[in-house]
């Protein structure tokens, strides 16, 4: 399977890094061409307004929309949960989210780069817990019907899947640990 990781800005290789260790056959995703030869993509962390200005620049924002309608697997960590989301709380007024899961997020909503933190967290199909990195993260404040809430902290869901698509709040590439990559993978990616 090939799976594409958005290369525009963010944790692109270690997100590559933690697919090739799965046995999957990660690609970099910069242009329209790339994104139409991927079964699945990656949206890595970095900053949501400016990876939205990206993919309008980039020429992939219409063709993005049009493979996540389409029902493409795709898995956005941090700023790539933002991406994904249905509804953006707090973000720009010209800042656009793909609505490929139905949650609405807050940006930052644990609090500036200082607040980062890192927790253990009680994962739904998980044995032990995992250990999640938070930098300037995102949660979820409101989950559609259809959504299924896999993990929290403090009450504010962090882990959600609905169909083919993940998001996380946290950076599950910055850890060894690689079974939220392979959740990913095992739910049709």
Same mark, same amino acid.
């Given at each position: 399977?090939?799976?594409?990781?958005?290369?525009?800005?963010?944790?692109?290789?270690?997100?590559?890094?933690?697919? &090739?260790?799965? %046995? *999957?056959?990660?690609?970099? !995703? +910069?242009?329209? #061409?790339?994104?139409?030869? @991927? =079964?699945?993509?990656?949206?890595?962390?970095?900053?949501?307004?400016?990876?939205?200005?990206?993919?309008?620049?980039?020429?992939?924002?219409?063709?993005?929309?049009?493979?996540?309608?389409?029902?493409?697997?795709?898995?956005?960590?941090?700023?790539?949960?933002?991406?994904?989301?249905?509804?953006?709380?707090?973000?720009?007024?010209?800042? &656009?989210?793909? %609505? *490929?899961?139905?949650?609405? !997020? +807050?940006?930052? #909503?644990?609090?500036?780069? @200082? =607040?980062?933190?890192?927790?253990?967290?009680?994962?739904?199909?998980?044995?032990?817990?995992?250990?999640?990195?938070?930098?300037?993260?995102?949660?979820?404040?409101?989950?559609?019907?259809?959504?299924?809430?896999?993990?929290?902290?403090?009450?504010?869901?962090?882990?959600?899947?609905?169909?083919?698509?993940?998001?996380?709040?946290?950076?599950?590439?910055?850890?060894?640990?690689?079974?939220?990559? +392979?959740?990913?993978?095992?739910?049709?990616?």
């Amino acid at each position: 399977m090939k799976v594409g990781v958005l290369a525009l800005q963010g944790a692109v290789e270690p997100h590559a890094e933690a697919l &090739r260790d799965l %046995g *999957a056959a990660p690609a970099p !995703v +910069r242009t329209p #061409a790339q994104l139409a030869d @991927v =079964d699945a993509l990656v949206v890595p962390g970095g900053e949501s307004t400016t990876m939205s200005k990206l993919l309008d620049t980039s020429g992939l924002a219409g063709p993005l929309s049009d493979r996540l309608a389409s029902g493409m697997p795709a898995f956005g960590t941090c700023a790539g949960m933002i991406v994904l989301a249905r509804e953006v709380l707090d973000g720009r007024a010209d800042q &656009r989210s793909y %609505g *490929a899961i139905d949650i609405a !997020v +807050r940006r930052n #909503a644990f609090g500036r780069q @200082v =607040d980062s933190f890192e927790a253990e967290l009680d994962v739904a199909g998980l044995e032990d817990s995992f250990h999640g990195v938070f930098i300037r993260a995102p949660f979820v404040e409101a989950v559609g019907p259809h959504v299924e809430v896999l993990a929290a902290v403090d009450g504010h869901p962090v882990l959600c899947r609905s169909g083919p698509v993940l998001v996380a709040a946290f950076h599950p590439e910055l850890t060894p640990d690689r079974r939220v990559h +392979r959740l990913f993978l095992e739910a049709g990616a």
